[in-house]
């Protein structure tokens, strides 16, 4: 039986009803986005039509999930709510502080050592307010969710960018900053802007080589990584309904990469045979009976340029493998020829020294089923493996359902390294160098979701392509990033040449799912006895202290950055050997935008500091400035803030003193996490004003006093040599989120009102 039945019964019992009056209302046939948005407004039955990319509108989600290095700061944010329990259905994920290293079993047991205090911070909090608790080693979040609690229909959101993956199963699941799921845990509404809508017709079938992921490597080659910004993508088409439901969480999962709000697709019989292999036949049998109000309405898919803001049509019969890289996952290129052609004008290094299968993105039983029917072609066929294996299975379902079936020995015959149920390389949780900074030039492919320069390993020189987990089966197998595996021929052990056949793989296992210990850990019905207790002294976790309000007045505000080019969340705040000082926000800040390049001198946390006229790092800079009392605004380019969904990135400038943060452009999530944390989030009005800002500049907001919705915002630029410009800032606050900026945080809001 399914987690949360009744919730999930309740959520079909009443969507009937709201999907017709919002039919009703908006006067035309809905999509299934749509349909989802309106059965889940905070308000109950639809009142009115919301503008789409305009209306703000609070919503009340079905559930959360956090993974364990958001969720520390998330639940230390909660802890100050006032609140007995969390008012939705809420999980804790232990996947992202184990580092690959070993092989599962040393790995696991190293993480449980040092990670113990926050591991048991954790189980405690989640004990003690009703929250569900997966401990390390039972699953990477997003695979555990999608085989547990996604459901046709619903609506969660979770700490992580990729919590999006459940759209797989017909969800509408959106990664969130951890403020905006404490606002949900208590009890709260949850505010989103009305999404666009971007639909993805997809015709034809899948065959051979090609697989779901080069859907959506497709699909971030033509949006690329801000395309999506502020919409949902809703797929479709005879070719939607042929993938099977994994396939499906895949494309999903990478739509966080060309910044979409979420995706998904319709409830269909993949989605019913997923649901009933992993146990939830209740909730299938609950989904049948409303299966028209799980997928859009008839007219929608006919005629889609008449419901989507945007439509994109692909012949997957036409479709081939594709490899997205490096340093960017919208960069595609056809394998073979093409990859050669471009690696040679742009230096990338040919050899590929690992392959890496798994995490989120692509764990699933049919991934690795498909992988290794390579894998044992390589040993069939007496091909000796050029590159090394890296194996990270999604769930300990998987796992043991693959070990069973033989299909991790496969992987093990060729001395693949079989790591922990969790993140490991694709979030930066890799041991490979002992000195990334300085570690060679190299590529490595993987069937991960992103390839940010030292997204891996730490190393910089190090280029990392996406590929489906067959295709980078095959060219690990080869050792060429140009390897095409459906012309080349390879050499084997006895001197023959020969070729690989098709992939081949089962969309469930056989025999079904199976499981000994799945690591889940239910909370106790009355937790107000457990005792959540931080030392003072911790390094790993630290008790918050409430922001102070920033005010109406700054004034003789200085510059700590200009970002030049792409600045991601992992520049403003490094995962990797940073996970561990996720809970303490002091210790985590001292990594604060050592990633962004600054635009004066081309270089990294390497920063003027006006008091001194000095360079240093940039936290460095930045605790003179706060000691000094002196506020600071950072200034960025385009999609400022993409990646992760981790607060951080804006809870660690606000601790250290910025107040505003002044860009081209903001990643959805990244601005929202600004907002929440009581810090100004704006963007040049003419975005040629980036280029007035010079390293010396003071900064004077002239009208802050008058902060209202839809009213610009006025900055004096004062320069050394005594000439002032005076430009314009929008922002997207409303009168709710000003509130946010005048308590201090949204959190500081949360109290006052229930105090």
């Known amino acids: 039986m399914a987690f949360d ?227 949902i993508v809703e797929y479709f088409g005879p070719g939607a309904t042929s993938m099977s439901c994994t396939g499906k969480g895949t494309i999903c999962n990478m739509g966080a990469e060309i910044g979409a709000t979420t995706s998904t697709f319709g409830y269909d019989d993949s989605m019913e045979r997923y649901l009933r292999a992993t146990d939830r036949e209740d909730v299938a049998d609950a989904a049948n009976k409303v299966k028209e109000y799980l997928t859009a309405d008839t007219e929608v898919y006919e005629n889609p340029e008449e419901y989507f803001d945007q439509v994109i049509e692909i012949d997957l019969s036409k479709l081939g493998p594709l490899l997205n890289g490096p340093f960017t996952p919208d960069l595609s290129t056809t394998v073979g020829s093409a990859m050669t052609e471009k690696a040679n004008s742009n230096d990338w290094p040919l050899t590929v020294e690992w392959g890496l299968i798994g995490s989120c993105t692509n764990s699933s039983y049919e991934d690795l089923s498909r992988a290794s029917s390579i894998a044992q072609q390589a040993i069939d066929k007496g091909l000796k493996t050029k590159a090394e294996f890296g194996i990270n299975p999604g769930s300990e379902k998987v796992r043991y359902t693959a070990e069973r079936d033989g299909i991790l020995d496969i992987f093990e015959n060729l001395d693949a390294k ?176 050592i990633g962004a390049i600054n635009a004066y001198n081309k270089k990294t946390n390497f920063v003027k500091n006006q008091l001194t006229g000095e360079y240093d790092a940039v936290p460095a800079v930045q605790r003179e400035y706060k000691k000094a009392g002196i506020k600071t605004i950072v200034v960025g380019d385009h999609n400022y803030g993409e990646g992760s969904s981790r607060e951080h990135a804006a809870m660690q400038p606000r601790h250290l003193g910025v107040a505003a943060v002044i860009v081209k452009s903001f990643a959805r999530i990244h601005e929202t996490n600004l907002k929440k944390q009581g810090m100004l989030g704006l963007t040049f009005n003419n975005e040629a004003d980036y280029d007035l800002i010079l390293e010396d500049d003071t900064f004077n907001f002239i009208d802050l006093n008058e902060f209202a919705p839809d009213k610009q915002l006025t900055l004096e630029i004062v320069h050394t040599d005594g000439t002032t410009d005076i430009i314009k800032l929008n922002h997207t606050y409303n009168k709710a989120q000003i509130d946010w900026y005048n308590e201090g945080s949204a959190l500081n809001l949360i109290k006052k009102q229930n105090a």
């Open 5 to 231: 039945i009744d919730m999930i019964k309740q959520v079909y019992e009443s969507m009937t009803e709201k999907v017709d009056a919002a039919r009703k209302i908006t006067g035309k046939p809905l999509t299934l986005s749509e349909k989802i948005l309106y059965s889940h407004l905070w308000e109950g039955k639809p009142t009115s039509a919301f503008t789409r990319g305009k209306d703000y509108v609070d919503f009340a989600p079905d559930r959360i999930a956090c993974q364990d290095a958001t969720a520390q700061m998330a639940l230390l944010q909660f802890m100050q709510a006032g609140k007995a329990k969390v008012a939705v259905p809420t999980t804790v994920h232990c996947d992202h502080l184990i580092q690959a290293k070993e092989g599962a079993a040393k790995d696991l047991k190293h993480a449980n050592s040092t990670s113990s205090e926050v591991f048991n911070f954790l189980e405690s909090v989640s004990n003690k307010y009703g929250i569900g608790f997966w401990k390390p080693g039972a699953g990477i979040i997003h695979q555990v969710v999608l085989e547990n609690y996604a459901f046709p229909g619903g609506m969660m959101i979770g700490t992580d960018s990729h919590t999006v993956n459940a759209g797989g199963l017909g969800m509408v699941a959106i990664g969130v900053g951890g403020a905006d799921a404490v606002d949900v845990m208590a009890g709260m509404a949850w505010e989103l802007k009305f999404p666009k809508l971007i639909g993805v017709k997809l015709t034809g079938k899948l065959s051979g080589w090609t697989s779901p992921k080069d859907v959506i490597l497709k699909v971030a080659e033509i949006l690329t990584v801000k395309g999506g910004t502020g919409a």
């Open 418 to 593: 079989i790591f922990t149920n969790a993140c490991g390389p694709c979030i930066g949780q890799w041991a490979r160098y002992s000195d990334p900074k300085n570690a060679p030039k190299n590529s490595i492919v993987h069937s991960f979701n992103r390839n940010f320069a030292k997204r891996a390993d730490g190393n910089p020189n190090t280029h990392a392509f996406v590929a489906s987990p067959e295709i980078t089966a095959a060219i690990a197998i080869a050792g060429r990033l140009d390897f095409n595996p459906l012309t080349d021929k390879l050499i084997n052990e006895d001197g023959e040449e020969v070729m690989f056949d098709e992939p081949t793989g089962w969309e469930l296992p056989p025999k079904g799912f199976e499981v000994k210990e799945n690591g889940y850990l239910a909370p106790d019905k009355d937790g107000s006895g457990v005792v959540v207790s931080v030392k003072e002294d911790s390094e790993r976790l630290q008790l918050l202290t409430p922001f102070t309000p920033l005010g109406d007045s700054i004034t003789g505000a200085k510059l700590l950055i200009k970002a030049f080019g792409k600045c991601t969340t992992d520049h403003i705040s490094m995962a990797g050997p940073w996970l561990r000082f996720r809970g303490h926000l002091d210790n985590i800040a001292n990594n604060t935008l």
